[in-house]
């Protein structure tokens, strides 16, 4: 199946084609049809499936065949809704590559900056909204944004808006929505209140799922090293100093090791720099910028800073920490292997890391492989993972008898805290 079989029309087709845009994705192939006969949709797909485009060209060539430019001011007739100001970013510029033989016109709103100049692109009129909550709302509150004219309302990444204490926001945009639009709910994973908020928003969806997870593992080589916490920088160090890394995106747990990963990368010589939420949208476009130019070859971020970037020669992944999320770890390696090329994961593991690599294991359904020669070895732990997790190693400690007699002693205060607690 091409693009060409999809029946798009002419004008989405010749941006598709100047793209480079010849095969779809599966997600594409699956979605596209569905969203063309105005269904709702509920899709479970990871970043780097084609999920954008799977929702964005449809919704483009809805709103172009029923557009008229002659009826007056513009109206946002299509939200999206996203968790990161990276991801708003690029679904924006997806929109307006896909759109740029259409007369639709989109922008994009998010916070960690000033407001003035998103307030000005509405003013002058627009069809397509991107935008995370936060903003959306504060825009909404001020008199500068109306949902009533919404048609087609997309919910992107549900499950990390949900990891980032979106869901009141979110609740409070679907109560401003009109009933009648074209829903579609995005998601990587689909636990129980990620269904729950999928039911207020869909009909009667149409279901997606793609599960990416093999095939990233197919072309992406992983591996392992056991070292302890204290010697991960210089593991990292090492490697950096060992392997020819023409790019290296670094994945630290928290915000606070990222920075603290950057303080001891260039105390080791090695300049870096750390995308995160408490970053400022200026700084992480510049050092995001500097990176895809080739000015730094390390990039430190944290999960959800992450998303949205989109790097097509990215060579390596290094998880400095381990992911407590089995599915972030997908994610994670994704960034590197795409557009058909190979890539590298390499993974550090230290002792209270242990159980997160075995969910890792579970759900790729594979074991990644150790690497066993390196100056930093702990051999205590690769012996420790050589043994069934119930043990670890060690025996059982007997479980306490809980009929055994207290000491006279311990009676004692146990009777005295019982008559304090009445006299109190």
Not at 35 to 54: E, M, R, S
Not at 352 to 358: A, C, N, T, W
Request: net charge positive; hydrophobic share 35%; with cysteine.
């Amino acid at each position: 199946m091409t693009f060409k079989d999809l029946g798009l029309t002419p004008p989405i087709q010749k941006a598709l084609y100047e793209e480079g845009y010849t095969i779809p994705t599966p997600i594409q192939q699956q979605s596209i049809p569905i969203l063309l006969k105005g269904k709702d949709l509920l899709g479970c797909a990871q970043t780097g499936t084609g999920k954008t485009a799977a929702f964005a060209i449809p919704i483009l060539q809805q709103m172009n065949v029923r557009h008229d430019s002659s009826k007056g001011r513009r109206k946002v007739r299509a939200l999206v809704v996203t968790p990161t100001r990276e991801l708003a970013t690029q679904i924006g510029e997806s929109f307006k590559v896909y759109g740029k033989y259409t007369s639709l016109k989109n922008t994009v709103v998010f916070g960690g900056v000033k407001q003035g100049a998103q307030v000005e692109a509405l003013r002058r009129g627009i069809d397509i909204l991107v935008a995370t909550p936060g903003r959306l709302l504060d825009l909404i509150n001020q008199g500068y944004i109306s949902l009533r004219d919404i048609e087609y309302f997309v919910l992107d990444e549900a499950d990390q808006m949900l990891d980032m204490g979106f869901i009141h926001d979110i609740k409070k945009l679907i109560a401003l929505l009109p009933g009648k639009r074209q829903s579609l709910f995005f998601s990587a994973t689909m636990h129980p209140n990620i269904v729950a908020l999928s039911r207020k928003i869909l009909g009667n969806p149409e279901r997606v799922t793609v599960k990416p997870e093999q095939t990233t593992a197919e072309r992406v080589g992983q591996s392992l090293y056991y070292v302890t916490k204290k010697n991960k920088l210089g593991l990292l160090t090492h490697l950096l100093q060992t392997r020819e890394m023409e790019s290296v995106l670094v994945f630290s747990r928290t915000k606070h090791g990222a920075n603290k990963i950057v303080k001891l990368l260039a105390r080791e010589g090695f300049q870096s720099a750390a995308i995160h939420g408490n970053k400022s949208q200026r700084a992480r476009e510049v050092a995001l910028e500097d990176f895809k130019k080739g000015k730094i070859k390390l990039l430190v971020a944290t999960d959800i800073a992450a998303r949205g970037i989109d790097i097509d020669e990215l060579s390596y992944v290094i998880n400095y920490d381990l992911p407590n999320v089995p599915e972030s770890y997908v994610h994670r390696i994704g960034r590197t292997g795409r557009a058909g090329s190979s890539g590298m994961a390499i993974s550090f593991c230290d002792a209270e890391e242990r159980s997160y690599l075995k969910d890792i294991e579970k759900l790729i359904k594979q074991k990644v492989q150790v690497i066993h020669e390196h100056p930093f070895i702990n051999d205590n732990l690769e012996k420790d993972s050589e043994v069934p997790e119930r043990t670890h190693g060690h025996k059982r400690r007997p479980k306490p008898n809980r009929h055994k007699k207290s000491s006279g002693k311990n009676n004692y205060w146990r009777k005295r805290n019982d008559r304090s607690r009445k006299s109190s």
